[in-house]
């Protein structure tokens, strides 16, 4: 009780068996343990330090080993990003044709190394040839069109075939976005090989298969999930990383920024995505880390320069074209769109995975891909905006027609009093039906069991609305409006509504266009889509698919809304036998087991006595099993009558009777309780702010009760009128 | 102890009396009750808004309040800011001359209206006569110069006399930078007047006439105080904000995000300061509704454009040219400078204002103020640098010379081959003259009973000295380095040593050049800085106020890395009497406002008896004095022999006996509680995530004693082997 005697006995540090203070697969880490440990990690080099030469050099590289880890996952990512984009354009290309250098040239490179492409059609050149120009010898006419749309169809499906089939039989946690599971587990879950080497290496190779298949995807999500892989990979050069759950989780936000920033070239907005949507923990130390190390990544990203233009971004754009305060009005228009085709996309994309995880159609994942990506295909050809890359027709959409512009879409300028031209409505038509398909195509694609990634084709949808509209206003000629800058705040709208981002996403469409000129527009779309995508349901795109996974996430941003009390959410239930409890002395170690084995709570409050209900400690069940059967092993003469003891001095036993095992080692004396009559709003809170995994229950200082995280969620979900089972794991 | 009984009795709407549940003058709120309290408000607006279409449009506008306060706080705050950089700049010009067209225009406004200036020396016209040419006739020779001379300092020494009688007369808090007391005020205290109406009038005017006067001082910390008693102010026409504090101060930060935005033209850069710098608690909502505020502001403060240049930022600053590797090495160098000059600068602040309230200096303000203006204005006069207002010096450091530039610092660039012209070489002089000058009045200058800001000073400081550096390299001739590029990344590497801003301080330079290119420059100092200057003391010199100052400031930033257990820094201490604590039943009035007047805590456990010490509640001071005043005024029959009841059920009396006085509507039926075994660095956390002022610490279920935020930061003085005592307040 008083200052010196416990604090040896509660030393963490204190020969810790193997397994204890470990966690297993699908379970919730307790935050304050594991942060409370690397404290006791870092006073005990900060103290050794003072005592050798070589102690304070290690203090030095562990105080900048964090900084060296974000550099190399800066470096990694960067690099990664690169070659993806590298492998995705050429492949991309090679869907319509080949180089007859090298088949290794994308279609640039290629025109761009035979010296003879003008600057008028750089993009055209006797090296590169169009499959039926390969194999018919002539690009004309009908039937090397049908060769060009068969080899087109072709390749999409062996694409598509390689990737789903890479991911189900390397490494099935390479599917999807990343982004919901990222969330759950920064969080504070625990999912083994979510983010291993080997989903690092499938996810990565079957990205820029994806992509290049023409699937309706964007690899945004899933360079969030590379990213993440690579910090976690890098976690284990690190004692200091590998070991705590918690500073690893620190290093996974900062790389979620990373996976953002090489995603946009967005280093600034990165950080606030991670900030605004994923990190669970953010410590101000993780906000400058994690720019660090987003900066790091763009500019690897940029020094590999994937795009050809030393660009940091993907789609560098750069009008300055001032707006007016009336076209604040269509810019709000912009939002309800966005707002409403967010709150259906969501609806549309969980009904339809829900099918899927609960109908037979889950059963062939295969064949529905390739299904989605023939059909993909065989709509998107004959259509020249849905046929190019969705990076492609961002870029085109975004950026303001000039002179040299050889894009249908600025067919009115080419005239001097610019009426439309005839182009220009095959265009506008050609766009409403690429928005059209898309937007439906994209409900189907996100989910299935190929990386995706949700950002492009949510903007490519509003691009081409936005370039729709513009046609009324600027027919008339003369420079009214920018439509760029439409199409721009349209994307932002429409990815605001589905995925309820909001300073991250004025901030990445910020630093796309690099001026602060255009951030009223982007945050009056932004604002009025968040609004009303919120009207039809509270969830983004992320935290829907979250809940549909049944992942224990507790949802930082939403206030717990209900007036209960914690007792009434607490367990036992008041028609439930008691609450299984310990006592301190008394009981034997086969008392013990058999308590452990006829229940399977994760762990198991410690009283004085059963009659007082005095609360002393809290063992979790992993360590207690690890414990007995060590000591069971190892230890002299414990056996099923041993006296199991978690007081600080041992009990005085009969002469005859077997030694007493001693487990206050174990036990963790400072359980965090609550009062019954806790409105559940604070407990809630507490469990958000701390990262609680459990917390005890007492009525007048007798124990009462535990309430769990899962318990909160299964309460929620009841309220909510969900079914409180679609909550799994711990 | 189940569902329903109890939850009626702690609905903390049920008849409250008036006082119960408010915090007395230099207190710290109790975040958790406080955001309770709101979500029962908002709860029963939300159940209310079910049955009546009136009471659905009170919840519509009362969802809606907090953004048209935001906007109404963004429009208010820019507006003042223009307002102050308006009538600073015509006072500093009037430090100089008079316009003869009317007093009451600045001289580019006067000259601008003369329509005579050509745009060669639009800053020259007859109508804008120096004070010498008014009243001797001439402009020039010696005793023209010394008329100046005397002029300047005359009117240095009127506004500066005006602005400290001022803030003496009307409003004391008005002086200094305001930033400290704003972080402690967001952390929890409360200042009642620090964000007064008579703080924001005389703060707005002295601001003005303390910049005018020429101290060595900025306007961005006084901006950030304006902002939040703009702020403070309009949450009282909002019952929401004005009855909360916690949601008052929300607002609060995100007032200090407008404060940054008007004074740098940064909304983005504002909204990170805030979180980084003074917020306390920052919930992703405020996240968004600052960064509106931030943008609202920062338009409002266009339109009013006091720059005249329709510029959103004091100094723009357009250079692209690209930077070398190489030059990361001089960055560096200059981070370790600023680095060094920061931890410098704190120090020798800190000695001078200890010294200002430990010594005689501290009982003459006015006098002292008025020296320094003088001195100020003395030596600043003969030395065209430092003559200069702060703003004008920033932009002509920042920005590269031009052809048309006059500024003697371009004199190099005059001549074709580009030989340093003897103007340079003098100018440099000057300047650093101008940096040692500007670096030692500054440290004088920070804490003075008027408004100052430290930035723009510290940018300055480091402004010269860049552009000292410079020298060396380009007088070779050709553009081999960007001289206004190292101004800046001094300024930043400055104030970061003195700030130990990181993200925010990048982030705000950025927006000022609005080019992602110099990211890494910037970066790369500002981290050298904030590291050389970690390294002499790790906090910056808002802490180092706060702590001078004594106020109850638990940094969050700062990890604890003692390892005491609670039950070393809780009260009672091991030679202490026992708690003082009430008992559920069984006390009388009498017995229980003899233990109140006997003691002086700020609040009282409630145990089941004085034997078992099991934990009911927690009742404070100030609601149990103000409930039983209430009762013996109110109440009939309640006299010092009533018994005290805080059970639910009222105990049974004798019939004699008179009625006895239930309390349990104002006791805490949820008070924290932490075990005496656990770790210090655990209970640091828990008050600081949470926001407690308080917590119990119990031993096997008995209450053992109580630890506030007071004992916390006593203690931690104490580890740090400073004097305990200096924690002053509750």
């Known amino acids: 009780m008083n200052g010196n005697g416990p604090s040896k006995l509660v030393d963490p540090l204190e020969d810790p068996l193997p397994g204890v203070g470990t966690y297993e697969d699908f379970n919730t880490i307790d935050w304050v343990r594991e942060k409370s440990k690397d404290r006791d990690r870092h006073r005990e080099i900060t103290n050794k330090s003072r005592q050798s030469t070589v102690a304070l050099l290690h203090s030095v590289s562990d105080a900048f080993s964090g900084w060296l880890l974000m550099l190399l996952v800066g470096l990694m990512s960067g690099a990664l990003a690169g070659g993806i984009d590298i492998a995705a354009h050429w492949l991309t290309d090679m ?145 200091k990383y590998r070991k705590n759950e918690a500073k690893r989780r620190e290093v996974l936000s900062a790389a ?8 946009f070239g967005a280093p600034i907005g990165g950080v606030l995505f991670s900030l605004e949507e994923v990190s669970y923990y953010f410590p101000l130390k993780t906000l400058w880390r994690s720019f660090f190390a987003a900066l790091v990544a763009a500019f690897t990203l940029r020094s590999i320069n994937p795009f050809g233009n030393s660009r940091l971004v993907l789609f560098y754009v750069e009008f300055h074209a001032p707006w007016h305060l009336v076209e604040l009005a269509p810019f709000v228009l912009l939002g309800i769109f966005g707002g409403l085709w967010g709150a259906l996309f969501i609806r549309a994309n969980i009904a339809w995975c829900r099918r899927r995880k609960t109908t037979r159609l889950g059963h062939y994942p295969v064949i529905e891909v390739l299904v989605v990506a023939a059909l993909t295909a065989l709509l998107a050809y004959p259509n020249s905006y849905t046929r190019m890359s969705g990076a492609e027709l961002i870029s085109e959409l975004f950026n303001d027609c000039s002179l040299l512009d050889s894009s249908q879409l600025c067919g009115y300028k080419q005239v001097t009093d610019r009426p439309a031209g005839a182009g220009l409505y095959t265009a506008l038509w050609q766009l409403a039906l690429a928005l059209v398909f898309k937007m439906m195509i994209t409900v189907i694609t996100f989910g299935m069991k190929v990386p995706s990634g949700l950002f492009i084709p949510s903007m490519l949808a509003y691009y081409n609305h936005d370039s729709f509209i513009f046609k009324g206003w600027c027919s008339p000629g003369a420079d009214c409006i920018t439509p760029g800058l ?35 527009p982007l945050m009056a779309a932004t604002m009025t889509s968040k609004w009303v995508a919120d009207a039809f349901g509270r969830e983004g795109i992320y935290e829907a698919h979250i809940r549909l996974n049944g992942y224990p996430f507790l949802e930082p941003k939403e206030e717990f809304e209900h007036s209960s009390l914690t007792v009434d959410v607490m367990r036992p239930k ?36 059963q009659e007082s209900q005095r609360l002393v400690g809290f063992v979790l069940r992993r360590d207690l099993l690890i414990s007995i059967d060590n000591a069971r092993k190892r230890q002299e003469g414990v056996v099923s009558a041993s006296q199991v003891v978690f007081t600080e001095h041992a009990p005085s036993v009969a002469a005859d009777a077997p030694p007493p095992l001693r487990l206050r080692g174990i036990m963790d004396l400072s359980p965090f309780t ?46 909510a009128n969900r079914d409180p089972d679609s909550i799994l794991f711990n």
């Open 486 to 520: 439409y199409a721009m705040v349209g994307a932002a709208a429409c990815l605001g509504g589905v995925t309820r981002m909001t300073v991250s996403l004025v901030v990445i469409m910020f630093e796309l266009t690099g001026g602060l000129e255009y951030i009223v």
């Open 256 to 263: 979620a920024a990373v996976g953002v920033s090489v995603a």
């Open 95 to 239: 869907k319509g044709g080949v180089c007859l250098i090298g088949f290794w040239f994308n279609h640039e490179h290629c025109c761009w190394k035979s010296n003879e492409a003008t600057f008028q059609d750089r993009d055209r050149c006797p090296q590169w040839q169009s499959w039926a120009e390969l194999i018919t010898g002539t690009s004309e006419g009908a039937f090397a069109y049908i060769v060009n749309y068969l080899m087109y169809i072709f390749w999409a499906l062996l694409f598509s075939f390689l990737a789903v089939t890479l991911v189900r039989a390397f490494a099935p946690y390479a599917c999807g976005s990343g982004i919901p599971e990222i969330k759950t587990i920064l969080s504070g879950f625990i999912i083994r090989g979510y983010l291993g080497k080997w989903t690092l290496i499938i996810k990565t190779i079957t990205l820029v298969l994806a992509v290049s298949s023409g699937l309706s995807l964007g690899k945004e999500g899933p360079l969030v999930h590379v990213a993440c892989c690579c910090a976690n990979i890098l976690c284990h050069l690190f004692t």
């Open 574 to 609: 008041r028609s439930d036998p008691a609450l299984a409890v310990l006592t301190q002395e008394g009981m034997t170690v086969g008392q013990v087991e058999a308590l452990v084995e006829s229940t399977h709570y994760s762990g198991f409050p410690v009283v004085v006595s």
């Open 674 to 719: 609550v009062t019954d009559h806790t409105p559940m709003d604070i407990t809630v809170d507490i469990f958000r702010k701390l990262g609680l995994r459990q917390c005890l229950v007492t009525h007048n200082g007798r124990l009462l009760g535990i309430i769990t995280k899962k318990d909160i969620l299964k309460h929620m979900a009841q309220i």
